[in-house]
């Protein structure tokens, strides 16, 4: 096993990303569930797309956490305290939603890079690596949407 230098800080930024995808991933069920109009099939698809990955992020960053001889987030309302991002709202149309969630995706895009960087200086090549493929999925995606937006 490496030895993480910095370990707690290293923790904390997988916390951070565990909470973020957490609310993410009931962020995206409350839109996959409510979601209606012209646009509906195609975006119901790609909302489950969407937390079906995320749901992944979450069992993969815990895991690490546990690694790390660290205590994953495991109760909601720890989530949505330590979260950088807002839970769904309820009555928003698709395109409000496809909005919220590409203004969600800049917010991990920045705090991800952080994350890497953290890992970095650590000495954490395995949590650098799982940060950097969580960003490269969410930055795709966040193109995807914003190309649904006209952007």
């Keep these: 096993m490496v030895q993480v230098k910095e370990k707690a800080a290293v923790i904390e930024a ?3 990303q565990l909470a973020n995808n957490t609310v993410l991933w009931t962020k995206l069920h409350n839109y ?5 109009g012209p646009n509906f ?12 990955a995320v749901g992944i992020y979450v069992d993969d960053l815990a895991e690490r956490i546990l690694t790390l001889d660290g205590e994953p987030i495991a109760k909601l309302t720890e ?12 009555g928003l149309d698709a395109k409000a939603m496809v909005k919220q969630l590409t203004e969600d995706f800049e917010v991990l895009s920045a705090e991800l890079a952080q994350a890497v960087k ?13 940060f950097t493929g969580i960003s490269q999925d969410i930055e795709k995606n966040n193109w995807m949407l914003k190309s649904y937006l006209g952007q």
């Design 32 to 36: 996959h569930w409510y979601v209606k």
């Design 118 to 130: 953290t890992a970095d200086e650590a000495g954490d090549d395995r949590t650098a690596d799982m």
């Design 41 to 52: 099939f195609s975006l119901h698809a790609k909302f489950e797309e969407l937390y079906d």
């Design 79 to 90: 989530a949505l305290e330590e979260s950088s991002i807002d839970e769904a709202e309820y």
């Design 14 to 16: 997988l916390n951070k």
